[in-house]
Each structure stands twice: as structure tokens, then as C-alpha cells.
């Protein structure tokens, strides 16, 4: 049972524009939301996280917005770099959990 | 300071074999995670040590096992390996609950 979903494999946008990656889950105890990328052959890597005290979460380029009513987040990248072309992942757990639950990524292709 | 460490990268078994994957965190982080991930499944779960104790088990059968050690490395075992064992092994570091992990690159294990 896929507690963590990110029904889009894929996604292109053209460099320059704004790039969103959604996220659902389904368990309402998740409390800590964060997002990895992750190039070929590399492990991920952290990019940003949200709790659930917070809606809103910037780090340069970086958004994260987490909708608890409707158990959704996104990552909003603006503007978007051919860079930034590599398998998204969201991830969640619980308070003081010792697991993430892990989507099953979108894959950014970021067009020159 | 150095990330954590997988080896090996790359490993090619036959069926029935067994295989040990290791995996050194970075230091200070006393909390290891082991993640498979394979197209279309995303990370799936495997386990995760605490001071050398599993806190937590993924839904996995009972071929894979693990350990941590008092230095807080750890190992991954596979018995009697089967094809769809085929994927990338991902080790994760963390300092403990509630915190975000840091991941190895993973080996890439293939069973023919």
C-alpha cells in the first residue's frame, strides 16, 4: 500500500519557467515532508523538507507547500535550469518517526 | 566530512547466491536505513538501525537481514538471491528520529 504518491513519472518544462511536482499521501500522522533529487547512477540527495506546523517553505529556486486538509504538498521550482533535470522524490514520516515513506519519484526534464 | 559510504558500487550474483552490501555513515550518525529502489517502486523500505539494534522492518522477506556494528556501520544481507532481488541498494545516515537522511550512491546489485 503506497502511503506516498506522485502520480506524474514525468514532467518537461521549458528552462526559465516554473516547474511543480506534486505529492499526496494518505496517512494523516505524517508530520515531516521532504523532497530529494536524484541524478543517475548517484545516491539522492536532500533538497528541501517542510513540517506540518508550516504551509510554506522557501530555499532559493525552492518551494515546498503542504496542504494538510487535502494531504498534499508540491515543490515549485522557479525559475527552472536544465540542472535541474533529475528524478524528484517526496518523502514523509511520522512524529518521531524512524521510517520515510518514499514516492515512487517524477522524473524533470528541463528543455534549453 | 565524508558522506556516507557503499561498497561496492556495482556487484553481479547468480540465483541462489548470497550477497553482504556495507554501508560506513557519516560519522556522528548513529541511525542507518537501508532502502531498494527499482523502476516504477520508488524507495521501498527495508530497515533501519539504531545503535545496533533494527528499530524497524519493511515488509521484505526474511532473506534480507541486516546489521550495525558499535561503530555504527552496518550490513545488508540477501540470501538465496533471486532476479527481481535486482535493484539499486540504497543506504541512508541519520543522527535519529525525526531528522532527514543523507544517502550513499547506492549499490547496483544484479542477479542473472
Known amino acids: 500500500d503506497q502511503q506516498v504518491k506522485q502520480n506524474s513519472p514525468s514532467l518537461s518544462v521549458q528552462e526559465g519557467r516554473i516547474s511543480i511536482l506534486n505529492c499526496d499521501y494518505t496517512?494523516?500522522?505524517?508530520?515531516?515532508f521532504l523532497w530529494y533529487k536524484k541524478y543517475p547512477a548517484e545516491g539522492p540527495t536532500f533538497l528541501i523538507s517542510?513540517?506540518?506546523?508550516?504551509d510554506k517553505n522557501e530555499d532559493g529556486r525552492f518551494t515546498v507547500f503542504l496542504n494538510k486538509s487535502a494531504k498534499h504538498l508540491s515543490l515549485h521550482i522557479v525559475p527552472s535550469q536544465p540542472g535541474d533535470s533529475a528524478v524528484y522524490f517526496c518523502?514523509?514520516?511520522?512524529?518521531?518517526?524512524?521510517?520515510?515513506?518514499f514516492g515512487t519519484g517524477t522524473s524533470l526534464t528541463v528543455i534549453p | 566530512k565524508a558522506g556516507v559510504t557503499q561498497t561496492p558500487r556495482y556487484l553481479i550474483k547468480t540465483r541462489g547466491q548470497q550477497v553482504t552490501l556495507s554501508c560506513s555513515p557519516i560519522?556522528?550518525?548513529?541511525?542507518v536505513s537501508w532502502y531498494q529502489q527499482t523502476p516504477g517502486q520508488g524507495l521501498q523500505f527495508l530497515f533501519e538501525?539504531?545503535?545496533?539494534?533494527?528499530?524497524n522492518k519493511g515488509n521484505f522477506p526474511g532473506r534480507f537481514s541486516g546489521r550495525q556494528f558499535s561503530n555504527s556501520r552496518s550490513e545488508m544481507n540477501v540470501s538465496t538471491l533471486e532476479l527481481g532481488d535486482s535493484a539499486l541498494y540504497l543506504c541512508?545516515?541519520?543522527?535519529?528520529?525525526?531528522?532527514?537522511?543523507?544517502f550513499g550512491s547506492g549499490t547496483r546489485l544484479t542477479v542473472v
Open positions: 517542510i513540517s506540518s506546523i508550516k
Open positions: 538501525y539504531f545503535s545496533e539494534t533494527q528499530r
Open positions: 560519522s556522528g550518525h548513529r541511525s
Open positions: 541512508a545516515s541519520s543522527i535519529g528520529q525525526g531528522s532527514g537522511y543523507t
Open positions: 518523502a514523509a514520516s511520522e512524529v518521531n518517526g524512524n521510517q520515510f515513506y
Open positions: 496517512n494523516s500522522m505524517f508530520d515531516y
